[in-house]
Every structure is written in C-alpha cells, then in structure tokens.
C-alpha cells in the first residue's frame, strides 16, 4: 500500500483544520508545534522531513494535548534530545506512553506497520520490552475505554481512506512473530 505524506496533509486539513485552526505541515529536521501567532494565524504541526512516521508522532501529541496546552509552543512539554540520561530517558518514556499508545492506532489505521519508538540511540538504552509492554497496556486501556475524542477523529478518517474495518481490536495491534509485543 503506497503511503504519502501529502494524503496525510489533505486528511487532517478536512478533518480538523475548520473547528480547530490546526494545519499539519512537512518541515525540516526537527518536528515542532506552534501555535497561532502574529506570524500566522493558525496553529502549525510541523513534521520532520515529510516523514509519515514523523507525521503520526506529532498529531498523536496534538490529538492528547488540552486546549490550554495547544496554546503553547510543542504544548509546553519537556524533551531532551537523543543522548538522554537513564533519569531523562524514564521521564521521557513515562510521557511517550499515551502518544505512542495513539500513534500506533493511526498505524493500524493506515494499515502501517509500527514500532514503538525510546527514540535515544545516542544515550541510556534500558528495558525497551517494558516500555513496549507500557505502550500496548495504553492501547488496551483506549481499546476498552476509547481513544481522546480527536484521535478517534483521525483514527476514523484514516480507516475510511485506507479502507481498514473499524472499530480496531487488539488483534490488529499484534505484530508478527519478529516484533511481537507481550500482552502479560
């Protein structure tokens, strides 16, 4: 299945831009979020390099942020690029779960394949099992209680175009035997 940025685009513009003011924009090498200004009168997230995997990443922290935090740059939320401590890289981890948890729906949605991401291959490496299993125990909890009401939105826009059935299962969350994420 061919998988274009550019549809992306087009997708979160019909689906969000006219209640929200939010576009989704390619940028260069470091994602980020800025909200309506003097400079531009709507809210901007902006994905690295036009990549898809990028793109998804930066909605699903859209998609989890509050109205107020959608009024501050990257949501107000701490980051410390790749080479984080073990201290950085648990705290980092600790507020990933929910975004990845969303941004792996998308991925099922796309009919994507998905990995869960520690994102610090130049810092601590620890137990990437246990934040995977962290990551899927989200997903479960959204599965059974719903996912926020705007990831549902572009959950349900992405299953329309890429024809994926709805309402997603945890079976579709399963990977194969080589990246098989444990439900224990």
């Known amino acids: 299945m061919l998988h274009q940025y550019q549809d992306l685009i087009v997708l979160f513009h019909d689906t969000f831009f006219s209640e929200y003011n939010t576009q989704l ?5 470091e994602p980020v979020y800025l909200p309506a200004s ?3 009168d709507c809210h901007q997230i902006i994905f690295a390099h036009g ?5 998804f990443h930066e909605v699903s ?5 509050g109205e107020a935090r959608r009024l501050l740059e990257d949501f107000g939320y701490w980051y410390e690029p790749d080479g984080r401590n073990e201290q950085q890289q648990k705290q980092f ?3 990933e779960v929910i975004p990845q948890a969303i941004e792996w729906a998308f991925n099922v949605a796309a ?9 610090n291959l130049n810092g601590f490496q620890g137990d990437t099992h246990d934040f995977e299993k962290k990551v899927i125990q989200q997903v479960q909890i959204f599965l059974a209680k719903g996912f926020p009401a705007r990831a549902n939105q572009f959950i349900e826009a992405l299953a329309q175009f890429y024809n994926t059935p709805l309402p997603l299962a945890i079976e579709h969350f399963i990977q194969k035997e080589e990246n098989l994420v444990c439900l224990n």
């Open 25 to 29: 924009i390619k940028g260069g090498d």
């Open 61 to 65: 922290h859209w998609c989890q942020a």
């Open 38 to 40: 003097e400079r531009c």
């Open 111 to 119: 009919r994507k394949k998905f990995h869960v991401s520690s994102d």
């Open 51 to 55: 990549y898809y995997a990028s793109a």
């Open 93 to 95: 981890e600790q507020v």
